[in-house]
């Protein structure tokens, strides 16, 4: 699975856009995108993944890069239950290959 | 719909002791995983099922073992446990062969003295 970097930590307002880079420029062209996220104390929590083009659920939007090294989730409206350590992870969709989680990005959202 | 129920949510053992983990799903999938997390660290992989009677090993599978007891269950055991394997320990299944996302439980806390 290609390597991903992402900033150790971010600050955002309540009720604002959090906006979370990462890069991932040794992505094959096989490998999706795929964020989760941590809140403290709990179990990993799917939050949203895609290929090359952008994607939106419920929760978050996906934006990914045309050349595909880089991407950002973005919460539109941040809250406070918002903070987690957020993981972006690339792999390869065939197979069981597994996910290999780095150390993230705590994103702290204050009132 | 529970998703994947992990028990006990908190143990403490003993140096040498034995236990199991207990893990199961009830969203009909075909792939699970356990997972450790150490503070300050990311997870990472145990051990691994693709598919009822199979398993895998992960990452760090030194000093424990798993059993794929049927298709919702995948249990973890230490069989003589070291204060090195005090951790948060995480089961997570999904579909198997696809995109989809991980569903994990909410974790046991595991501490060996």
């Known amino acids: 699975d290609a390597k991903t970097t992402q900033p150790t930590s971010m600050d955002c307002a309540e009720g604002r856009a959090a906006n979370l880079p990462c890069n991932h420029s040794?992505?094959?062209?096989?490998?999706?995108v795929y964020w989760y996220r941590q809140i403290h104390s709990q179990g990993p929590q799917y939050i949203i993944h895609?290929?090359?083009n952008n994607e939106t659920n419920e929760m978050a939007s996906l934006i990914i890069t045309e050349d595909r090294k880089s991407s950002t989730l973005i919460l539109p409206h941040a809250t406070l239950r918002d903070t987690a350590v957020y993981y972006c992870?690339?792999?390869?969709?065939?197979?069981?290959?597994?996910?290999?989680f780095g150390k993230g990005t705590m994103l702290l959202v204050s009132p | 719909n529970a998703g994947v129920t992990q028990t006990p949510k908190f143990q403490v053992l003993k140096t040498g002791q034995s236990m199991t983990l207990q893990c199961a799903q009830d969203?009909?999938?075909?792939?699970m995983y356990w997972y450790r997390q150490d503070p300050g660290m990311g997870l990472r992989l145990i051990y691994y099922?693709?598919?009822?009677?199979?398993?895998d090993k992960g990452e760090v599978p030194n000093g424990y073992n798993v059993s794929r007891l049927n298709k919702r269950e995948f249990s973890l055991r230490l069989e003589s446990a070291a204060p090195s394997q005090t951790s948060v320990y995480f089961c997570?299944?999904?579909?198997?062969?696809?995109?989809?996302?991980?569903?994990f439980g909410s974790g046991t806390r595991l501490t060996v003295v």
């Open positions: 997570a299944s999904r579909p198997g062969q696809s995109n989809y996302g991980y569903t």
């Open positions: 040794t992505i094959s062209g096989n490998e999706y």
């Open positions: 895609g290929l090359k």
């Open positions: 992870i690339v792999r390869a969709p065939s197979g069981y290959s597994t996910l290999t």
């Open positions: 969203m009909n999938h075909n792939s």
């Open positions: 099922s693709a598919s009822e009677g199979t398993t």
